[in-house]
């Protein structure tokens, strides 16, 4: 079975400081793995989504993802944060079992906090 | 344009009460679904439709229930509410299957309040 474990539950950067948020994923099957960012009061909107085309993914907003699998992980990154990446970021992995549902499975969530 | 709208946005209701959740998308996706979202941010799936066809149907009470009149709508009903249920429910479509192109469209969310 599929699962992810977002291993903060709460980020604290500066403002033009880096962020990393840390995503581990566990998978029978070659995993689709996304990130998701939910804005206060607001719904979900697709950061970026592995393709396995290739293992550094580009997402929105600059935001980046490498997919390593020695390491089972999918963390994402973004260079310099800005006020407005305030928000609650979720991995997600998709369920790629054999009934190939598509069911998405998140983690419980990483609240990004950025202070001036 | 909306891609996927959900109506209401607010609904505060009385225990016992019957309600309903609207969703549509104007995407031509073959898949919709419903996720609930509880006090601490947990994202899990309820319901999974593809072109009116049930497809997954997490372990929810029977008292919910989803309606699909067509492929653009996924309703949600709900009977003799509980403060339980209480949460913010998303809708979300996609095209069919999973991988990579499963990329989910998510709507802007209704937040139920049980009193």
């Known amino acids: 079975a599929q699962s992810v474990t977002q291993l903060d539950s709460h980020v604290s950067v500066s403002e033009g400081t880096p962020v990393l948020l840390r995503c581990n994923y566990s998978?029978?099957?070659?995993?689709?793995l996304f990130w998701y960012v939910q804005h206060p009061n607001k719904g979900l909107q697709l950061l970026l989504k592995?393709?396995?085309?290739?293992?550094l993914v580009k997402g929105i907003n600059g935001f980046e993802a490498e997919f390593k699998k020695s390491e089972t992980s999918f963390h994402l990154t973004k260079p310099s944060a800005h006020m407005s990446d305030a928000a609650e970021y979720f991995c997600v992995v998709s369920d790629r079992g054999s009934s190939n549902t598509g069911k998405l499975i998140f983690g419980q969530g990483t609240t990004l906090q950025v202070k001036p | 344009d909306t891609a996927v709208s959900q109506t209401p946005k607010y609904l505060v209701t009385q225990m016992g009460n019957d309600k309903s959740i609207k969703c549509e998308q104007n995407l031509g996706h073959d898949t919709m679904y419903w996720y609930k979202q509880d006090s601490k941010k947990f994202l899990k799936i309820m319901f999974s439709y593809n072109n009116k066809e049930l497809i997954i149907n997490e372990t929810v009470p029977n008292r919910f229930s989803p309606k699909s009149p067509d492929k653009a709508h996924l309703n949600l009903h709900i009977n003799s509410l509980e403060l339980g249920d209480s949460a913010v429910y998303f809708c979300?479509?996609?095209?069919?299957?999973?991988?990579?192109?499963?990329?989910?469209?998510f709507g802007p969310g209704t937040r139920l309040t049980v009193l």
């Open positions: 998978s029978s099957y070659s995993p689709s």
């Open positions: 592995y393709t396995s085309a290739a293992t």
């Open positions: 979300a479509s996609s095209r069919r299957g999973g991988g990579p192109y499963n990329e989910q469209f």
